[in-house]
């Protein structure tokens, strides 16, 4: 049976559980290791760089902890003395080509961080991966324009900034139109208890940036994310540079900036030049002018779904090996005239293998799979409920990460940036 509606308050949690008759069973999440992951930089070389359980509905009252008191940030108090480091260093910068502090700008929030301003309510505070004049911080401005925005170093810090109240949503990327799938994050989905109530999709116009007064002629290394590396790799190329994978676009243009070099270039958006004060030497140097990122934007609480717009519901399930399962699981949408905007399958961490006795000579072994399915209906429609209620036949674990507005990219806007 279907559960669409948070009852007196308490918030669904979308979750499946199998189990013998007259059991009861908590379900959790499939949990995985934490990673960090860091890049070396050096501008003289190239760096490389449960078994089966029925569906339910629990309530995010028994789930998780909420924290109840906000805390405070910690800001670094500038004395007089320091402002006047500040214009110094600001005058020295200016001396070699650049006229931004960038010690002012917001540091990036990690996942050990456990401060934050109290939020009065007047913004809404939305984390995303990287440094200012990241594409997600784009992506976040385009959702709510007037929003405070909090840069993290890393993914996972973002989940953890909105699980902790820090900031009340997040955006970050689940995929491109050229990159594909951003694994890391589909993995987080479902480590995390956060709900997708939102998705925004931006156009992305890679620029190559420099110093000021440098010549395109003259950049023999550049800096990117290795995904915007490789959506330039024809005019990086021609160009006959060398280059090196950095965390972000705009920490790319931040390195640029910072260290000086001038025969060194970044590839990042024209806000990142902007930002870091760099020249434009080229725009648009991507590979395919229709290069799309599509982000997510996450909250501890779900919307409720509606049908006085286009929405999609995201879900992640498995299913036991059989012939023809995973057909039997597809056929549930097409029966129903639903269409599947997007499949993702990804590893299981906790039981990658199974083992399957079929011969004598010994035992098969098989990759255990999550799918992760986007489907263009709302779960406030019939159809979708008999969908999920049917996929439930042959799933022994499924999940509703979330049910949103979709978000179209006009034709006209594609053509236009």
Request: hydrophobic share 40%; net charge neutral.
């Given at each position: 049976?279907?559960?669409?509606m948070?009852?007196?308050g308490a918030l669904?949690?979308?979750?499946c ?6 059991q ?9 290791g934490a990673r960090t ?6 501008l003289?070389a190239?760096v490389g760089?449960?078994?089966?359980r029925?569906?339910e509905c629990?309530?995010?009252g028994v789930l ?15 004395s ?13 910068e200016?001396a ?7 010690s002012?700008l917001?540091?990036?929030?990690s ?8 939020n ?5 505070r939305?984390?995303?991966q990287?440094?200012?004049?990241a ?15 909090v840069?993290c ?6 989940f ?7 900031v009340?949503?997040?955006v970050l ?9 951003i ?12 709900h997708?109530v939102g998705?925004?999709?931006l156009?992305?116009n890679h620029?190559?940036?420099?110093l000021p007064g ?10 990117s ?9 024809m005019?990086?190329m ?5 280059r090196i994978g ?6 790319a ?8 070099v001038?025969?060194?270039g ?9 930002i ?5 030497l080229a ?7 229709d290069n799309i990122?599509r ?6 609480e779900?919307i ?6 286009p929405?999609k519901?995201?879900?992640v ?11 039997k699981?597809l056929?549930?949408?097409?029966l129903?005239?639903i269409n ?6 990804r ?16 035992s ?8 992760y399915i986007?489907?263009e209906a ?8 008999l ?7 042959f ?6 990460l979330?049910?949103?507005p979709?978000?179209?990219i ?8």
């Amino acid at each position: 049976m279907v559960a669409l509606m948070a009852l007196k308050g308490a918030l669904p949690i979308w979750v499946c559980a199998k189990t013998a008759a007259g059991q009861q069973v908590h379900v959790g999440c499939p949990d995985s290791g934490a990673r960090t992951c860091g890049f070396g930089l050096n501008l003289s070389a190239e760096v490389g760089s449960g078994r089966p359980r029925k569906w339910e509905c629990l309530s995010a009252g028994v789930l998780a902890q909420r924290a109840i008191t906000p805390v405070e940030d910690e800001k670094p108090q500038t004395s007089g003395l320091e402002s006047s480091g500040a214009i110094e260093r600001t005058r020295q910068e200016e001396a070699k080509g650049f006229h931004k502090d960038l010690s002012l700008l917001p540091k990036p929030l990690s996942a050990l961080d456990l401060y934050s301003k109290s939020n009065d309510g007047s913004k809404v505070r939305v984390a995303y991966q990287g440094v200012p004049g990241a594409y997600s911080e784009a992506a976040a401005l385009k959702a709510y324009p007037n929003c405070e925005t909090v840069p993290c170093e890393e993914f996972e810090a973002a989940f953890k900034a909105v699980e902790l109240w820090l900031v009340d949503k997040a955006v970050l990327p689940i995929e491109n139109s050229v990159g594909g799938s951003i694994h890391r994050n589909y993995d987080l989905l479902l480590r995390h208890r956060l709900h997708i109530v939102g998705e925004v999709q931006l156009q992305v116009n890679h620029c190559l940036l420099g110093l000021p007064g440098t010549r395109k002629e003259d950049i023999k290394r550049v800096l990117s994310h290795p995904q915007a590396l490789a959506q330039c790799e024809m005019t990086l190329m021609a160009l006959g540079v060398v280059r090196i994978g950095t965390e972000d676009t705009a920490g790319a243009a931040q390195i640029v900036a910072s260290k000086g070099v001038r025969e060194a270039g970044a590839v990042a958006s024209s806000r990142a030049a902007e930002i870091y004060g760099l020249d434009i030497l080229a725009e648009k140097i991507q590979d395919d002018d229709d290069n799309i990122t599509r982000f997510l934007i996450l909250a501890r609480e779900p919307i409720i779904p509606g049908t006085d717009r286009p929405f999609k519901t995201s879900i992640v399930f498995t299913l036991e090996e059989g012939p023809g399962v995973l057909f039997k699981a597809l056929a549930v949408f097409a029966l129903r005239n639903i269409n599947l905007t997007k499949i993702e399958s990804r590893p299981q961490r906790k039981r990658p293998l199974r083992v399957v006795d079929d011969s004598n000579k010994g035992s098969a072994k098989y990759f255990d799979y999550l799918f992760y399915i986007d489907f263009e209906a709302s779960m406030a429609e019939p159809r979708a409920q008999l969908a999920l209620g049917h996929l439930q036949e042959f799933a022994s674990f499924l999940r509703v990460l979330g049910c949103y507005p979709s978000d179209i990219i006009p034709w006209s806007d594609s053509l236009s940036t």
